[in-house]
Nanobody
């Protein structure tokens, strides 16, 4: 069974930084796309950033230039470096992955709160 486990959320002041990690466990899988989504209270889940196996990235306009997504294919881990955080970045952040066989899955979510 494939599992996605996030870590790295927390409370940070505006202008601060956080780094999220998401490790995927499972044997015999090839992960094509990994990414991060977020959901703020009362809002729908939205794309933050994605990265392909080859390293091509895609970002939401609201985070471009502040967030950086990266991945370690050997460790089946994706990272999200978040800089210059704003209160509007406050949300539960979810890891996402797509792998062979047309499969996909989500992590359990990690809370990021940006507040003074």
């Amino acid at each position: 069974q494939v599992q996605l486990v996030e870590s790295g959320g927390g409370l940070v002041q505006p202008g601060g930084s956080l780094r999220l990690s998401c490790a995927v466990s499972g044997s015999g899988i090839s992960i094509y796309v990994m990414g991060w989504y977020r959901q703020a209270p009362g809002k729908e889940r939205e794309l933050v950033a994605t990265i392909t196996y080859g390293g091509s990235t895609n970002y939401a306009v609201s985070v471009k230039g502040r967030f950086t997504i990266s991945r370690d294919n050997a460790k089946m881990t994706v990272y999200l470096q978040m800089n210059s955080l704003k209160p509007e970045d406050t949300a539960v952040y979810y890891c996402y992955a797509e792998w062979n066989g047309g499969n996909s899955g989500w992590g359990q979510g990690t809370q990021v709160t940006v507040s003074s």
